[in-house]
């Protein structure tokens, strides 16, 4: 199983998780991605860091699907090359990540919405006190989209043809 030549390397690391607090119980924890004009704390949320660790897939991409384990690893024919220009992503490897999705998963209809490109700074995960040019790892649990917010995006992206995509079972990756 696998090629034996991959080498394994596990690792360990800490993620944070949201700390149990009474507050939560009234009061929606929140974290704004803008500093807010009003006297509104930024975030409410207190965090509590829980060492992890996290398994090398390697080799082992192929026992993974998305009916059993909600994700799956792909192997792309055509290797893309790293692209920190916003517009080149989307005008080049767009057409070429859904080609692949859409080769590897026949029944799926892929349509590329939007990206976010992610590049850790030096001296990340510590505070320059200015803002990064791009967006940084995340070090926290999250979920990116719940059920609301994803119909929200595909409305917003798709217009009219998102009511019919709505209707039926889809997958938003990010």
């Known amino acids: 199983m696998g090629d034996a030549r ?11 998780f949201l700390e149990e607090n009474e507050l939560y119980m009234t009061v929606k924890p ?6 807010p004009e009003a006297q509104v704390p930024r975030e409410n949320i207190q965090r509590k860091e829980v060492p992890v660790s996290i398994s090398d897939l390697r080799g082992s991409e192929k026992l993974f699907s998305l009916d059993c384990n909600g994700f799956m690893v792909l192997e792309f024919q055509n290797k893309h090359e790293v692209d ?23 029944e ?3 349509i590329a919405l939007h990206h976010q490109i992610r590049k850790r700074h030096l001296l990340f ?16 649990a999250h979920v990116d989209l719940v059920l609301p917010s994803a119909e929200q995006l595909i409305q917003e992206c798709l217009g009219q ?8 079972k889809y997958l938003i990756a990010k």
């Open 84 to 106: 920190w220009d916003e517009t080149r992503v989307k005008d080049l490897h767009y057409s070429k990540v859904v080609s692949e999705i859409e080769r590897d998963i026949p």
């Open 161 to 168: 043809q998102a009511s019919s995509i709505l209707k039926g």
């Open 108 to 110: 799926a209809r892929c």
């Open 125 to 140: 995960p510590n505070s320059t006190g200015k803002d990064y040019t791009y967006g940084q790892p995340l070090r926290a």
């Open 30 to 35: 929140y974290s704004l991605a803008f500093t």
């Open 6 to 16: 991959i080498s394994r390397q596990d690792v360990r690391a800490s993620i944070w």
